[in-house]
C-alpha cells in the first residue's frame, strides 16, 4: 500500500502484510502469548488509571507515557474522545490549525496556536502509532475502548470541559484567551496595577484596541507625542553623525557585515517605505512611496519648537509641575496644528529632508530627551520613525500583520468592518532591538501552569532563538527581515551574505546564545541576572491578571510558548503568548529541545 493511500485512523480488522520496509502491520493471527501479555498491560493501565489520548502531532510525549506504563486509547481522524467511554456525543475537530476564520472578539475563543500543522497523528510517510511494534499499540487501544481516557492532551481545547469527570486531566484551561490572544493579552495587562506593583509598559510594548474609540483616542495621542520624540531624536542624531539603522548603514559601518566586500548596496529604488502590509506579495503597496524628498524646503525651525514644546509638557504634567500654573498657560494644538506638524516629521524621518536650523537647539533637545526618557519605560526600543504594527487579535505565526509608520494609514482601517468588530491591535513597533551579526530574532520560552489557586507556574530553564534569513532594516516590506516565526522563515533561504556565525536552521539554543554572542561581548552573566529573571517577571505578571477569567479547573494543565524580543540594553519585550506552542521536530534544535520539554512536562 502506498503512503498515499494508508489509513490514518486506528484498524477495526487485522490487515494484510506489506513488504513495505516503511512499517509493519498487524498479524493474521494474533500470537496468544502476546495477546495475554497485551490484556496484562491494559488490564494493569486501566488499574492504575493510565490511559490516555493524544490528538496531534506529538510523538515525545507518546514515547514518553510509553515508558511510564500508560496505554494510549486511539482515535479516528480528526474526531475529538468522548470523554466519557462510550458516549455517542464525540465532538468534530472541525478546524484545522491553519484556519484563519476566527471571526469572534470573544478573548476566550482564539486561533492563537502556533503549530505549524495539525495532521492527525504523524505524517503520511510515517507508521502510524498504532502499526509501531507490529501493532501492538493498536492491539492495546482496542483492549481499553471501553475505558475513558485519564489524560486528554491535545492541539487545543476542543471538546467541552463540561463533560470530563473530575479526574479527568486534560492540557487546556478552557477561557485562556485573555492572555493568549494578542487583544485579551492586550486588555488583561491593563489591570495589572491591581495584581502587581510594576506597569506593563516596563515590559510589554504599548498597544491599544482601536474599536474601542478611548482607546483610539489614546492612540492618536501616543502617536503623536511619540512623533514628537521621534523628531527630536532625529535632529540630535544628525547633529552627532548618528547613522540610522536602515539597510545602507548597516551593511556600510557594519564590523561584521556581509562576507563578500564586493556585494553591492541596495539602491534607492529598492529601499521602498515601511508602510504596507508584510504579508502582501511584492509591488502591492498600501500607501504612496515616500522615496527621496518630497520636497525642495526644509523643515522649519517652527516644528522644533512645536516638538520642544509638547514633550517638555508631557514630562512636566508626569513631574506634576503643571499643578500650580495657571491652565490659560498651556494651549493645546488644533487638529490642524498637529497635522501640519506630522507631515513636517514624515518628510525629516521618511524622506531625509534637512531641518533647519537645528544644530542651535542641540541642547535643548539633549535635556528634553533626558527627561522624558525617565518617564518612558519604552524609549530606548523606539526609533525614529515612530512605525506601529497592526496585528490580528486573535492569530499566530505572522498570519495578517501589517505594518504602519503613518497615522493616517492606521485610522483609515478603524472605520472597517475588521476593525471594528475587534479583531485587531495596534502595537509600537520594536524599532531598535538587539541584533546578532545585523540580524533580527525572537526568545520562545516554554512555561507550563498547573494550577491557579494558588498560582503555580513552572519555566523552563532552556529556551531558543529564531533568527530571520535577511539582514534587518527598517526600509524594506519583506516579512522575512521582520517577523522570525519558523513557519515563515521556512520559506525562504538565507541570504548568501549572513554572516558565517548565524545558525544554517535559523535557531540557536539559549546556551549557544550565551557562549557564541554573550561571552564574547563580556556579557555572560547577563543571561541569569537580567535576560531569564525579566522573562519570569513578565510571565508571572502576564498570568496574575488572568486569574480571575480564566476556568481554574482542577486537574487541567496547560504548556505556553512566550516569544521575547531583546532590546539593545538586553531587557526582554514580551511579543505574544501562544496556546498550543508548536513541539516539532523541524530543527536539529527543536528536535532536541521539545523532546526535552515534553519530557519534564509528563514528570
Given amino acids: 500500500m502506498s503512503p498515499s493511500n494508508r489509513s490514518k485512523s486506528p484498524p477495526k480488522v ?17 500470537n496468544t502469548e502476546r495477546l495475554k501479555l497485551a490484556r496484562d498491560e491494559a488490564e494493569r493501565a486501566m488499574k492504575d488509571h493510565k490511559i490516555f489520548t493524544i490528538i496531534g502531532p506529538y510523538p515525545a ?9 500508560w496505554v494510549e486509547k486511539f482515535y479516528r481522524g480528526s474526531t475529538l474522545p468522548s470523554v466519557h467511554g462510550n458516549k455517542k456525543s464525540d465532538k468534530k475537530n472541525s ?18 496556536d502556533d503549530l505549524d500543522e ?11 502509532p498504532w502499526e509501531e511494534n507490529d501493532g501492538y499499540y493498536g492491539i492495546l487501544s482496542r483492549l481499553v475502548r471501553a475505558a475513558a481516557p485519564n489524560l486528554i492532551w491535545s492541539v487545543r481545547a476542543s471538546y467541552d470541559t463540561n463533560t470530563l469527570t473530575r479526574d479527568q486531566m486534560v492540557n487546556h484551561y478552557s477561557r485562556n484567551g485573555c492572555f493568549t490572544t494578542k487583544v485579551g493579552l492586550c486588555n488583561s495587562l491593563r489591570n495589572l496595577q491591581w495584581f502587581h506593583s510594576g506597569c506593563a509598559d516596563e515590559f510589554y510594548p504599548r498597544c491599544y484596541k482601536l474599536s474601542q474609540e478611548d482607546d483610539k483616542v489614546a492612540f492618536v495621542d501616543d502617536y503623536r507625542l511619540t512623533a514628537c520624540i521621534s523628531f527630536l531624536k532625529l535632529i540630535q542624531n544628525r547633529c552627532k553623525g548618528v547613522i540610522e539603522p536602515d539597510m545602507n548603514s548597516i551593511l556600510a559601518m557594519s564590523s561584521d557585515g556581509p562576507n563578500d566586500p564586493n556585494t553591492p548596496l541596495p539602491t534607492i529604488d529598492e529601499q521602498l517605505p515601511l508602510t504596507r502590509s508584510l ?27 512645536f516638538a520642544l514644546y509638547k514633550v517638555n509638557h508631557y514630562t512636566s504634567s508626569r513631574d506634576h509641575e503643571d499643578i500650580d500654573m495657571d491652565p490659560e498657560m498651556h494651549i493645546d494644538p488644533t487638529d490642524e496644528q498637529w497635522t501640519q506638524f506630522i507631515e513636517q516629521f514624515y518628510a525629516a524621518a521618511h524622506s531625509n529632508v534637512d531641518i533647519d536650523g537645528m544644530e542651535r537647539f542641540l541642547t535643548r533637545i539633549d535635556e528634553c530627551l533626558k527627561k522624558v526618557a525617565h518617564h518612558c519605560p519604552q524609549y530606548h526600543i523606539d526609533g525614529t520613525r515612530n512605525i506601529w504594527i497592526l496585528k490580528p487579535g486573535a492569530k499566530s505565526r505572522g498570519r495578517g500583520i501589517v505594518v504602519y509608520d503613518r497615522l493616517e494609514d492606521i485610522l483609515k482601517l478603524c472605520s472597517s468592518t475588521l476593525t471594528k468588530d475587534g479583531k485587531f491591535v495596534v502595537q509600537k513597533y520594536i524599532e531598535r532591538p538587539l541584533l546578532i551579526h545585523n540580524t533580527k530574532f525572537d526568545i520562545r520560552q516554554w512555561f507550563l501552569v ?13 529556551c531558543y532563538l529564531r533568527f530571520c534569513t535577511e539582514h534587518f532594516s ?9 517577523l522570525c516565526n519558523y513557519s515563515i522563515q521556512k520559506h525562504y533561504k538565507n541570504n548568501s551574505n549572513r554572516h558565517n556565525n548565524l545558525p544554517v536552521e535559523n535557531m540557536w539554543t539559549n546556551q549557544e546564545f550565551i557562549d557564541k554572542y554573550l561571552r564574547p561581548n563580556h556579557l555572560t552573566d547577563r543571561w541569569d541576572k537580567l535576560i531569564y529573571p525579566a522573562m519570569k517577571d513578565a510571565i508571572v505578571c502576564s498570568m496574575l491578571v488572568a486569574q480571575d477569567t ?21 531587557k526582554p519585550w514580551l511579543i505574544e503568548i501562544n496556546c498550543s506552542p508548536t513541539m516539532a521536530r523541524c530543527t536539529a534544535v527543536t528536535t532536541e529541545m521539545c523532546d526535552s520539554v515534553l519530557e519534564d512536562t509528563c514528570k
Fill in 14 to 30: 487485522t490487515r494484510q502484510a506489506d513488504p513495505s520496509p516503511k512499517r509493519t502491520i498487524i498479524n493474521d493471527t494474533i
Fill in 61 to 69: 510525549l507518546r514515547e514518553s507515557l510509553r515508558r511510564r506504563g
Fill in 95 to 112: 478546524k484545522s490549525d491553519d484556519d484563519d476564520e476566527d471571526d469572534n472578539d470573544d478573548d476566550n475563543n482564539n486561533d492563537d
Fill in 118 to 128: 495539525h495532521p492527525s497523528y504523524e505524517d503520511e510517510d510515517k507508521v502510524p
Fill in 279 to 305: 504579508t502582501m506579495p511584492p509591488g502591492q503597496l498600501l500607501s504612496k512611496s515616500l522615496n527621496g524628498k518630497t520636497s525642495a524646503k526644509k523643515v522649519p525651525v517652527s516644528a522644533i519648537e
Fill in 450 to 462: 498547573t494550577d491557579w489557586n494558588p498560582l503555580t507556574i513552572w519555566m523552563f530553564k532552556d
Fill in 474 to 482: 527598517l526600509e524594506t516590506r519583506n516579512q522575512n527581515v521582520h
Fill in 550 to 570: 480564566i476556568d481554574a479547573r482542577k486537574n487541567s494543565f496547560e504548556l505556553f510558548g512566550a516569544d521575547f524580543m531583546l532590546g539593545e540594553d538586553l
